[in-house]
C-alpha cells in the first residue's frame, strides 16, 4: 500500500492540503498507540506499525520535493543508484558555474560570488516555474502525455538536485566571510 493509498486520495503532484492534514489528524487519533494499552501484544505492535505509516506518509506527502520524489519513484522513474543523463547542456553550465566556484577558492571576490548566487537563484526559479507548469493539471493528461511530463519530471528533478549540490558549496563561501 504506498501513501495515496493509505489517506484514500489519488495520486497527485499537488494533492488538496487541507484533506490531507484531515486525513493525517483523523488516522492519528484512531491509530494512537494510547487508545490500545489494553490491547494484546499483537495489536499493540499492528497499531504501532499503522501509527508510523501514517507520520511517514504525511511526512513525505506535505513536502513538496519528498512528494515529488515519491510520485517519481511510484511511477518507476527513480532507481536507487540509477545514473540519470542530464542534459548536455544543462552539464556545461553546471560545468561552467563549478569552474567559477573553484576560482574563488583561491582568490575570493565578493562580488563574483554573489553574481553567482543570482545565476544560480535565476536557474532554481526557473527550474520551479517548469515544474509548476508540468504538475499543474496533470491528471488531466492523457496516459500517453503524463508518461512525456513525467519523464520531463524527473529531469527537472535531477537537475534541482544538481542546483541544490551547488547551493550547498555557495553556502560554504558565505559562511566563510
Known amino acids: ?14 494533492p ?8 493525517f489528524y483523523a488516522l492519528s ?47 518507476g522513474l527513480i532507481i536507487e543508484g540509477e545514473k540519470n543523463q542530464l542534459p548536455q547542456a544543462f552539464l ?6 563549478n569552474e567559477q566556484l573553484m576560482e574563488l577558492e583561491f582568490d575570493e571576490d565578493e562580488q563574483r560570488l554573489t553574481e553567482i ?12 516555474t517548469e515544474l509548476d507548469k508540468l504538475t499543474e493539471g496533470f491528471d488531466a493528461h492523457s496516459e500517453e502525455q503524463q508518461k512525456n511530463i513525467l519523464l520531463k519530471i524527473k529531469d527537472n528533478y535531477y ?4 542546483l541544490l549540490r551547488i547551493k550547498e558549496k555557495l553556502h560554504t563561501f558565505a559562511t566563510r566571510n
Do not use: C, W
Not at 1 to 14: A, E, L, T
Not at 159 to 162: G, R
Open 1 to 14: 500500500m504506498n501513501y495515496f493509498q493509505f489517506y484514500d486520495i489519488p495520486v497527485s503532484f499537488n
Open 16 to 23: 488538496d492540503e487541507s484533506l490531507l492534514k484531515k486525513k
Open 29 to 75: 487519533k484512531q491509530y494512537h498507540p494510547d487508545f490500545y494499552v489494553n490491547e494484546s501484544e499483537e495489536k499493540q505492535t499492528e497499531v504501532l506499525e499503522l501509527s508510523t505509516l501514517n507520520n511517514n506518509a504525511f511526512k513525505v506527502l506535505s513536502n513538496p520535493v519528498k512528494r515529488l520524489e515519491y510520485v517519481l519513484e511510484l511511477n
Open 92 to 97: 556545461m553550465e553546471m560545468m561552467d558555474i
Open 117 to 128: 548566487n543570482e545565476q544560480v537563484s535565476g536557474l532554481e526559479n526557473n527550474l520551479t
Open 159 to 162: 537537475k534541482s538536485k544538481y
